[in-house]
């Protein structure tokens, strides 16, 4: 058996990772040493004396999680990895250069990093959805581990987070609070006040350990004593010195950010260089207890007429989906009533996460779960998303997997009025990178896309809509991603009306009453509006030279400029009319907001009209 190493070595391994996270940032002429060196005695001990993890196997979902919520000191994890003999040394030196799988912050480039951190806040958050794995789903007693600065200590979602983490009584997570006073332009709101966020913190439902942040034997017994804490999260609250252990930077303002100015000294006044190697103690057991079924989906079957709102359709899909997969897992604001994901909550309770309208906390809880395997579902109200849109944006640079549904979009849901209508979140999601955004308009295509989702890749959004709408398609009916269905077209088409969600079925009425007229209109159903079936959109162009797009949202960045991107490539482009949402909505019955819009069938039969004209 391993032994761990004692603890004046675990001095000399502080110093190492001090000195090589000096030179990684002198090759580069760029990064954060100072910020790496106040914290690097808290993680020597750590990889040395407490992290359980296999550098050969990764994946391995009984392996610690060690989450670097502090990213910008990237070179201190760096100089980790390169004291477990995962990095050589000339790839440490090749520190933020092009190419290279040491970035500037830390990203998945590196097998043994699952989160990409560096927007500040993250990291807890991310670190309550692996606990929340680690102990309801793997059931394995792996820990998580977060290194966090003080100065991202003032974002919301830490204390999202913190609240949440008590509330489930997460006894495997241990945050490590690296305060060393100083952040970007001076000092931090509570500089070396550790108590202030301990009484904080105990306020929340956590363990709390103070401790001189440089003294290992006292940093030992700090991760001691958060293993042995049940029933509660604990945080280690670390009082550190930037830049510690080289006179001309250590607690000095205005360094942040900067190579130090003469690294050579430094080194030497470190102690010099070290080669020590450290093998971390391996976890405890090699796989989880994660039930692998993998059955066919037998989706909701909806008849042709009936009248189903997308929002139950999208419920009772995920709850069948889960009965299918055992790797499914759902996450809701606590509006699973209005969601729907209640359907899957009442299904499969043990795989259902009410995170309460903390919705930046159930992102990143998502985040965290993709990481150990799991397929993730989070819902709540699209406009609601909004306020996860930075952990959005932070899963794409983690190559995550997730699927986010937002419910209640447009003008359509009515009465509530603009503050409860997402009208931006179709152009939000088709920003991120690698994103895909669905926009079904009945329950068999929402059925059917919910199914298609959990074997996709990246950021997946469904947009549902909260009042029934005509079943128009056949159970079997196939919805590939990056499609589209023409409901109506002829050879005679003189106009092409493009649509999505509750608009098809009043582009579909419009065309009705045109043909009445003798104006014959294509209806192409735009359901995946990321990516967007830009063949169909240029054949309708090519054969009526006319396009209206109409939706329940924005006209910046939704299916109009979705549409109009299918052209940007110097070809052809057709005559382009965007009716949108351009006036802010006030209370009034859902027909009546299409109306008042200018997004129901009268305004599209007002616009064909006036094209063909």
Known sequence: MREDMDLERVRELGQQLRVDAVRAA?????????????????????????????????????????????????????????????????????????????EGHPTPRLPWVRLATGSLGQGLPYGVGAALAAKRLDHVPSRVWVLCGDSEMAEGSVWEAAEHASHEKLDNLTAVID????????????????????????????????????????????????????????????????????????????????????????????????????????PECVRSARPLDHAPVELPRFDVGDEVATRDAYGQALSALGTARGDVVALDGEVSDSTRSEFFAKAHPERFFECYIAEQQMVAAAVGMQTRGWVPFASTFAAFLTRAYDFVRMAAVSRANI???????????????????????LAAFRAVHRSTVLYPCDANQTARLVAAMADAAGIRYLRTTRGATPVIYPPDEEFPIGGSKVLRSSADDR???????????EALAAADRLAADGIAARVIDLYSVKPVDAVTLRAAAERTGRLITVEDHWPEGGIGDAVAAAFADGGPVPRLVRLAVRTMPASAAPAEQLRVAGIDADAIVAAARDLVA
């Open 26 to 102: 002198d090759a580069a002429g760029s990064g954060h040493p100072t910020s790496s060196m106040s914290a690097a005695d808290l993680m020597a001990v750590l990889l040395a004396r407490h992290l359980r993890y296999d550098f050969d196997a990764p994946s391995n979902p009984c392996n610690d999680q060690f989450i670097f919520s502090k990213g910008h000191a990237s070179p201190l994890l760096y100089a980790m990895f390169a004291a477990a003999d995962a990095v050589p040394d000339e790839e440490l030196l090749r520190f933020r250069r092009l190419g290279g799988r040491l």
């Open 179 to 282: 305060v060393n006073r100083l952040g970007q332009r001076g000092p931090t709101r509570h500089e070396w006040d550790t108590g202030a966020y301990a009484r904080r913190l105990r306020a929340f439902g956590w363990h709390t350990v103070e401790i001189d942040g440089h003294d290992v034997a006292a940093i030992d017994a700090a991760y001691v004593e958060a293993a042995r804490t049940t029933g509660r999260p604990t945080a280690v609250i670390a009082r550190t010195l930037k830049g510690k252990g080289v006179s001309a930077v250590e607690d000095r303002e205005g360094l942040h950010g900067k190579p130090l100015p003469d690294a050579e000294d430094a080194i030497v006044e470190l102690g010099g260089r070290r080669h020590i190697r450290v093998e971390p103690r391996h």
């Open 403 to 425: 699927n986010l549904v937002g419910s209640h979009a447009g003008v359509a849901i009515g009465q509530d009025g603009p503050s409860q209508m997402g009208l931006e979140d």
């Open 495 to 505: 106009v092409a009306i493009v649509a999505a969600g509750v608009t098809v079925h």
